[in-house]
């Protein structure tokens, strides 16, 4: 158990609708991370917060938002979904503001737009 | 444009042998590199590390070679077990800033046969 908690485990829902994942990171950790996971892809980044600000963003559509809120638990939406948008949401903290080696992943959410 | 590239997507190994996952990068300011090993319907999990200071870095069963010249690292599991059966990711890091955030390759996944 990582300690970064992301819920809901699974998710399914249509082209068109807008879904919300949350992220509880480890505790004492400031930062989280986005990355989201397709079929024979690798991790790719979209958006970190640290303590509340946006710090960096990677390949996040516009689409796409998130915000990180004071009790530093982070959310993700996701609207106008499309079927390529389905995928792996994972979900990473860091104590620091770089995720050196103990940046540490939650579980996923899988994400199916039908 | 791929800046980590992990080239095999699969690798199978017996039991009691070496593995060997390799990783090439592009960008020559990556300056921190990892390994993760992902287990399926779980996050993926920091394994090892290395600084661009160093061309080696061991722990237990587990050494990264890094060479900066070829832009090439290399993780080798000996003796590999069932148990390491898994799918590794390589990642690199830039220093500072809103740079700082990992950069991953596809991953390969291992199987090591008993």
């Known amino acids: 158990d990582s300690g970064v908690t992301q819920t809901p485990k699974h998710l399914i829902t249509a082209t068109g609708q807008r879904v919300t994942l949350r992220c509880s990171p480890r505790s004492g950790d400031l930062s989280v991370y986005w990355y989201q996971q397709s079929l024979d892809q690798g991790l790719q980044f979209l958006i970190q917060?640290?303590?509340?600000?946006?710090?960096a963003k990677g390949n996040i559509l516009e689409r796409f938002s998130a915000q990180q809120f004071p009790d530093l638990h982070s959310e993700l939406n996701l609207s106008s979904l499309e079927l390529g948008d389905s995928a792996l949401y994972f979900c990473?903290?860091?104590?620091?503001?770089?995720?050196?080696?103990?940046?540490?992943f939650g579980q996923g959410t899988r994400l199916t737009v039908v | 444009d791929q800046q980590v590239k992990q080239n095999s997507p699969s690798l199978s190994v017996q039991e009691g042998r070496i593995s060997i996952l390799n990783c090439d990068y592009t960008?020559?300011?990556?300056?921190?590199f990892l390994w993760y090993k992902k287990y399926p319907a779980e996050g993926p999990t920091f394994l090892i590390s290395?600084?661009?200071?160093?061309d080696k870095n061991e722990d237990g069963r587990f050494t990264v070679f890094l060479n900066k010249s070829a832009k090439h690292l290399s993780l080798h599991i000996v003796p590999s077990q069932p148990g390491d059966s898994a799918v590794y990711f390589c990642a690199a890091a830039r220093p500072g800033g809103s740079q700082g955030n990992l950069i991953f390759g596809k991953g390969t996944k291992l199987s090591v046969k008993p």
């Open positions: 990473a903290s860091s104590v620091g503001a770089h995720p050196t080696p103990e940046a540490f």
């Open positions: 960008n020559s300011m990556f300056d921190y």
């Open positions: 917060y640290y303590n509340g600000e946006e710090r």
């Open positions: 290395i600084s661009s200071i160093k």
